[in-house]
């Protein structure tokens, strides 16, 4: 299954730089007020298209679809373009989530950086790689492990940063902040290069799923602030509430969690 997934992503990908680097594409506003750009539904087309071929009898949840609410223990979830806003801006920061659902949990995901290359994935045996697609370089098994960095470094996004991340720790830690777009951060969390994601706010569980998946078999966690457990999938209307991605799960124990009630 995931050899497919990594497949449509991929593809999907190319499709979306194509329209990317010409700059030929048309936008229209959704009832959520978001933006909706040709390349999304081109993508979704694509994946939705490859998904039903290969896995018919296994349904798929997309952003970009009319979803209704599944009965199923095991389903498909896809953002064919995660971070639309930065594919507007021309930041090169956005990407092609498809993810595996089976009993409320992200069994297989798969993230794919159209400009960049990058192409995070897990595998059925509960690991998680990288390499880069375009470059073709040889795969590399991720762990979390810490980079060479002397502080705690918190990831946020590039437009939702609100200050109040920076307030979660129990103490005083140093910490720098990197600001990145789309679900690249939990990929950032899983190969190191970050360590503490803090969102507040609704987010869809096509935001997270993939890179849950990814950061979970990488060593992290992906924690509700509500429930203090693991996000699970399959909820009403597909919505997760505030949460937190962590890197490594005993920096659970440097968050204030009375802060976030």
Not at 8 to 26: C, D, M, N, P
Not at 48 to 60: A, E, S
Not at 134 to 140: D, I, R, S, W, Y
Request: hydrophobic share 35%; net charge negative; proline share 3%.
């Amino acid at each position: 299954m995931i050899d497919t997934l990594i497949e449509l992503a991929t593809e999907a990908g190319i499709i979306i730089r194509k329209i990317y680097e010409s700059g030929k594409f048309s936008i229209s506003v959704k009832s959520d007020s978001t933006p909706v750009t040709t390349a999304d539904e081109e993508a979704n087309e694509v994946i939705l298209r490859g998904l039903n071929q290969k896995f018919p009898n296994i349904p798929t949840i997309s952003e970009e679809s009319e979803n209704r609410a599944l009965k199923k223990e095991a389903f498909f979830i896809i953002d064919p373009l995660d971070g639309t806003k930065g594919f507007l801006n021309k930041t090169d920061n956005f990407t092609v989530n498809i993810a595996f659902i089976n009993n409320c949990e992200p069994n297989l995901g798969v993230i794919y950086s159209p400009i960049s290359g990058e192409l995070y994935y897990t595998s059925p045996n509960r690991e998680s790689f990288k390499y880069n697609y375009l470059k073709k370089t040889e795969k590399v098994k991720i762990t979390g492990n810490l980079e060479n960095r002397e502080a705690l470094t918190l990831i946020t996004s590039e437009n939702n940063f609100v200050g109040k991340e920076s307030k979660i720790f129990k103490g005083d830690y140093d910490h720098d902040i990197l600001k990145i777009g789309s679900s690249l951060k939990f990929c950032r969390l899983a190969d190191g290069k970050a360590d503490i994601y803090p969102r507040f706010g609704r987010t869809m569980e096509w935001d997270t799923a993939a890179g849950h998946a990814i950061l979970k078999y990488a060593g992290g966690s992906l924690i509700d602030m509500n429930t203090k457990k693991e996000l699970v999938y399959g909820k009403k209307d597909y919505e997760n509430g505030s949460f937190i991605g962590l890197r490594d799960t005993t920096y659970s124990e440097k968050i204030d969690w009375q802060k976030l009630t």
